[in-house]
């Protein structure tokens, strides 16, 4: 029986919700689309948390469900006019989710990655930047984790992590069989690939859906993000590394990594190197050249689709389940947003009452909780929407950095949760090595979670210092 | 066009040339190389590798001074940039264990015995090419005329 829970949960529920009369909810003035879009929102939580679907199945979910009954062209009878009806979406702007400009730059980014990995860019920079570190496994454990990062800032973090391990899986076979250093190792790669990931907007889907929120006034560029997402990085890295290495000390003395291979220099490889820089630096200018970041990523779609260095093959590898689970996040907030039913429910609930840093502590706590048993992406999905609204309509935030420093702590929160194998891929993939167990991940995965927790309300509290914020 | 090696190896100048004989059907389409040796190969694999060519084929021999063809061939399926690379042993000497080896380790495509038939090698690489033309997204059309055409319907389908 236990087993028919996560499905039967996902359709009872929010079966209910939409069977109850309006007055019972408490929100004033409810209206149909808002109820539907609770009961959207309340689907959503529960298949993504109980996972009886994939987690980007649940995304399409949602914005077919938001088509059929909260589109200008949804079903007929959800349709029918009615005092109650509430503002209904406009199904252009359902399906525009699927193609968002935040969708676009992540696409970018899958080219970047794409090129990179097949003109073996990954690699052989992997070798070259490993060299200076020597031998001593403190040292090799600092290169590692320092190269890691950096590449999953442009990578995603799963494939970066595949990528180092597969580096590190010959070097930890000659490790003696109760050598602590080998679950040391084993660990920095995911511990660094999902740090890293939050030194750029492209580093993790979270951080994308951040900046869905981040318009107008408060838009923070590439570039700013990188100013603090990168230092921030860094000294979470340092951290982690002298915890690794006091933590699961290595008895052998000298570890030699082998990478062969050497720099392809064709056309093809050449002009995958200066697309690369060149995309890199016209993100970090920020508006100088009039593009913004979502203009830049195409950049490299283009040439690499035109150089044929990204063929119609290699095109059907891009993780189309990634994009579109961001794309179901946007459709939820949209639909949250629109519909007037996030502010109406934050108004509903006398947030006024509470002290603004309850609300910023509180919130990253709950992201971070989250973002250790679920997807770091999904759980960014749903709590973006209403940490946003929450923190447009909180006055007393404002001297803590208002919105945007909820927002941040939410967003850096969610990348942090990584104390489980479940917690995010990289996590999997390190387990699955068999050199760690779940008690020493679980320790380490807590302990950075925490630092980083408490580290980014210091950052957050520095920029509004300095009036960035 | 991308190039396209197939490379043989076999310490025995005659028996080598026997091989090229056999495949010379193919060299309109693929470039075909000659090794005596197992580190000559691996150095021009290094090579070709690094100037973004393909190499789709290696048929090589087992009893070679130095390192052995089911060396050879375990170390070019480790080797993360050669993963796909289609591997032949071409043996009358391999031993009971070798030849466990090479399935085992080297995960060798195709295990060939001495005297070998030119008509069957030559059938045999133009179906690992095929497989191989294919799982890297290259362009078959063009080469239609040297792949097995069985081998292409069955995977392009």
């Not at chain 1, 929010?14 to 409810?30: D, K």
């Not at chain 2, 309109?28 to 197992?38: G, K, L, M, Q, Y």
């Not at chain 2, 190499?55 to 480790?78: C, F, N, R, Y």
Request: hydrophobic share 55%; charged share 15%; net charge negative.
């Amino acid at each position: 029986m236990k087993q028919y829970f996560k499905y039967l949960f996902p359709i009872l529920i929010p079966g209910i919700i939409l069977s109850l009369p309006l007055s019972w909810f408490p929100i004033e003035n409810i209206t149909l689309a808002e109820q539907r879009i609770i009961a959207i929102f309340v689907l959503a939580a529960l298949c993504w948390v109980l996972e009886p679907i994939p987690i980007y199945a649940t995304s399409v979910l949602i914005i077919v469900l938001e088509l059929l009954f909260v589109s200008d062209k949804g079903l007929w009878f959800t349709q029918q006019a009615s005092p109650d009806l509430g503002i209904l979406l406009s199904y252009k702007d359902i399906m525009a989710t699927f193609a968002s400009p935040i969708i676009m730059l992540f696409l970018g980014g899958f080219f970047l990655a794409m090129a990179a990995t097949k003109y073996r860019l990954d690699v052989n920079l992997a070798r070259v930047l490993l060299k200076p570190f020597g031998q001593q496994p403190k040292y090799v454990m600092l290169g590692l984790m320092m190269i890691t990062a950096v590449f999953s800032m442009f990578m995603s973090n799963t494939a970066t992590t595949a990528m180092m391990l597969a580096i590190l899986t010959p070097v930890l076979a000659v490790f003696a069989k109760d050598d602590l250093g080998k679950v040391g190792f084993a660990l920095a790669i995911p511990v660094a690939a999902n740090v890293g990931g939050i030194g750029t907007p492209i580093g993790t889907p979270p951080n994308a859906i951040a900046l869905k929120y981040l318009v107008g006034d408060k838009l923070i560029t590439f570039g700013e993000w990188m100013a603090f997402g990168v230092p921030f990085v860094i000294i979470l890295l340092a951290v982690s590394w002298f915890m690794l290495s006091r933590l699961f000390p290595a008895d052998t003395d000298k570890i030699e990594l082998t990478i062969k291979g050497r720099f392809l220099k064709t056309p093809q490889a050449i002009v995958v190197y200066c697309t690369f820089t060149l995309t890199i630096l016209l993100w970090l200018m920020g508006g100088i050249h009039g593009m913004n970041a979502y203009v830049v990523a195409l950049l490299p779609v283009a040439v690499f689709s035109v150089t044929k260095i990204i063929t119609k093959e290699d095109l059907k590898k891009i993780s189309w389940d990634v994009l579109w689970l961001v794309s179901g996040g946007i459709a939820l907030g949209l639909g949250l947003e629109k519909t007037g039913l996030a502010a109406n429910a934050v108004a509903a609930i006398p947030f006024g009452d509470y002290s603004p840093l309850v609300i910023i502590v509180g919130s990253s706590v709950l992201c971070l909780l989250m973002a250790n048993f679920m997807s770091h992406t999904a759980t960014a999905n749903l709590l973006m929407p209403i940490v946003a609204a929450l923190g447009l309509s909180m006055h007393s935030l404002l001297p803590y950095g208002g919105q945007v420093a909820l927002i941040l702590c939410v967003t850096f929160a969610a990348s942090l949760g990584m104390s489980l194998p479940i917690s995010t891929p990289p996590n999997a993939l390190a387990h699955a090595s068999g050199h760690i167990n779940t008690k020493q991940m679980a320790k380490v995965g807590a302990s950075i979670g925490v630092i980083g927790l408490l580290m980014t309300f210091a950052m957050v509290y520095l920029l509004t210092v300095i009036g960035f914020i | 066009m991308e190039t396209i090696n197939i490379i043989c190896v076999d310490d025995q100048r005659e028996v080598l040339s026997a091989v090229v004989r056999d495949l010379a059907p193919l060299a309109d389409h693929f470039n075909i190389e000659e090794c005596e040796s197992a580190a000559e190969c691996e150095e021009l694999m290094d090579e070709l590798d690094a100037d973004g060519e393909h190499v789709a084929l290696v048929i090589s021999d087992h009893v070679m001074p130095l390192k052995t063809g089911v060396q050879l061939l375990t170390e070019i399926a480790d080797d993360p940039r050669f993963r796909e690379v289609k591997k032949i042993l071409l043996t009358g000497l391999a031993t009971h264990a070798d030849t466990i080896k090479a399935v085992n380790q080297a995960h060798i495509d195709h295990y060939l015995e001495k005297a070998w038939d030119g008509e069957e090698l030559l059938h045999i690489s133009k179906q690992l090419l095929t497989e191989y033309i294919v799982s890297q997204g290259l362009d078959y059309q063009s080469r239609l005329a040297v792949l097995d055409a069985p081998t292409l319907y069955k995977l392009i389908q």
